[in-house]
């Protein structure tokens, strides 16, 4: 076997073989194909796409690069995974809740990806953290605390990490196929009893359409259970930004709002709804109501923000983080509000937009290698149906530098559309697939 006939296959829309997708995989991990042909693979795969059963050699093809893990606790081992939005923060309140319910949770991430923000860095904005475990102390902290929020080491699914990569920087991030064996790659390895996927949907996400968001739904859920861990998929809506900012500190900031009882709102019920079906699945609720109030329950008891500020003291956090939160995070120098130039009612946000105005302040990144400013983003982001005066902000933009806030405001004003009539504003939860 070798990566042209791979590639010939692909560009004659022809569906590899398991042995080829499995050499590929074991190539893409250790070396084997130049970082020219890991780009082909992935636009080839894009482009034409995988068969079913393709998607699922792949899948654990990705999964069998690296090691994979088994765990000797007692209670399930579960976790979630998102598919990508904006002010998208759910992971950093859902793992703790469930840890409080129970569960255990050893959360492997990633990076921000296209316009959406991501987990790892939303953490290691907090001072001294590190979400790079070895598996020794990953066990150990699962252990002690009930969850941890880390990157996959480099014996985790090394073929994603590679292919990962490639993805951000060559155009393919939005390919079903990779987004399937990607995410489910890292997540199978970590030995799960259960998963609940959140597959997004509209502005904000990287499926626009409900289509798209089923169709990855399925890809997703059939792939997992395939696989023989218990897998259900919520299709929630992303027309707007989850939490009202985006950008790294300053999602850390709306988590232990909520974490702390100052704040309520989607994020609380995306977690209920997520969080209730993986209790109710792994045997830790009677249905996914009861489930849904337990999640509830352990954010606002307190129990869940105890998790969180001992998860993040034993990956390097602060012990006091979460009763001193806001002398931690990093704070722009540049602050800026996007008034608005009318009356009105927002009507549409778009979310990509968005994300894009805060990976073009650096709190994302266009090439791999780029650093990312943790205290930059928007705040304050006006919700869809909210009235606004003229003169009244749909924004507040937190920069380093006046040239950057100016563009940012540019994209913002486009990015908010205001009506003189109120929208419907779409129901958060959508549909329950798997």
Same mark, same amino acid.
């Given at each position: ?69 088994s765990w000797n606790l007692n209670g399930p081992v579960l976790d979630k995974h998102s598919t990508g939005g904006v002010g998208d923060c759910v992971s950093l309140v859902l793992a703790p809740a469930l840890a409080a319910c129970g569960a255990y949770v050893p959360m492997i991430s990633g990076r921000g990806l296209g316009h959406t923000g991501g987990t790892l860095d939303k953490l290691e904005a907090v001072p001294g953290l590190t979400t790079q475990l070895d598996e020794g102390r990953l066990r150990d902290v699962v252990a002690k605390v009930g969850c941890a929020i880390v990157g996959a080491t480099a014996d985790i699914a090394p073929a994603d990490r590679r292919l990962y990569a490639v993805r951000d920087v060559s155009s393919t991030v939005d390919s079903l196929d990779l987004i399937t064996a990607s995410i489910l790659s890292k997540k199978l390895a970590a030995g799960l009893d259960g998963l ?61 709002? &909520? ?36 999640? &509830? ?65 650096? +709190?994302?990144? &266009? ?8 205290? &930059? ?7 869809? +149906? ?49």
């Amino acid at each position: 076997m070798n990566a042209r006939a791979i590639l010939a296959k692909l560009r004659h829309r022809q569906t590899p073989t398991r042995e080829e997708l499995a050499w590929m995989a074991q190539a893409l991990a250790d070396g084997g194909v130049s970082d020219a042909q890991a780009g082909a693979f992935a636009m080839g795969v894009c482009l034409n796409g995988l068969s079913d059963v393709g998607r699922v050699a792949l899948t654990l093809a990705m999964r069998d690069s690296g090691r994979v893990l088994s765990w000797n606790l007692n209670g399930p081992v579960l976790d979630k995974h998102s598919t990508g939005g904006v002010g998208d923060c759910v992971s950093l309140v859902l793992a703790p809740a469930l840890a409080a319910c129970g569960a255990y949770v050893p959360m492997i991430s990633g990076r921000g990806l296209g316009h959406t923000g991501g987990t790892l860095d939303k953490l290691e904005a907090v001072p001294g953290l590190t979400t790079q475990l070895d598996e020794g102390r990953l066990r150990d902290v699962v252990a002690k605390v009930g969850c941890a929020i880390v990157g996959a080491t480099a014996d985790i699914a090394p073929a994603d990490r590679r292919l990962y990569a490639v993805r951000d920087v060559s155009s393919t991030v939005d390919s079903l196929d990779l987004i399937t064996a990607s995410i489910l790659s890292k997540k199978l390895a970590a030995g799960l009893d259960g998963l609940v996927l959140d597959v997004k949907v509209g502005s904000g996400a990287f499926m626009k359409t409900r289509a798209e968001a089923q169709a990855l739904a399925e890809a997703l859920t059939k792939t997992a259970n395939a696989a023989k861990c218990r897998t259900t998929a919520i299709i929630s809506d992303m027309s707007q930004p989850l939490v009202p900012s985006l950008g790294n500190a300053l999602e850390v900031a709306e988590v232990m709002r &909520v974490l702390n009882g100052q704040a309520t709102g989607p994020i609380v019920d995306i977690c209920a709804a997520l969080g209730g079906v993986l209790l109710t699945n792994a045997g830790l609720a009677g249905d996914v109501q009861d489930g849904a109030d337990a999640i &509830v329950r352990a954010i606002r008891q307190g129990h869940a923000a105890e998790r969180f500020g001992r998860m993040l003291a034993a990956q390097g956090g602060p012990v006091s983080f979460v009763e001193n939160w806001q002398r931690f995070l990093p704070e722009a120098t540049v602050i800026r509000e996007v008034k608005a130039e009318e009356d009105g009612y927002v009507a549409r946000i778009d979310g990509e937009a968005l994300g894009l105005a805060v990976v073009g302040l650096g +709190g994302g990144r &266009v090439v791999e290698s780029d650093r990312v400013d943790p205290a &930059v983003g928007l705040s304050d982001v006006a919700r869809l +149906g909210a009235r606004v005066a003229k003169g009244q902000p749909l924004a507040v933009i937190h920069a380093s530098r006046s040239d950057e806030a100016e563009a940012a405001q540019r994209a913002v004003r486009d990015a908010i559309t205001l009506s003189g009539s109120s929208p419907r504003v779409p129901d958060l939860i959508l549909e329950r697939v798997g």
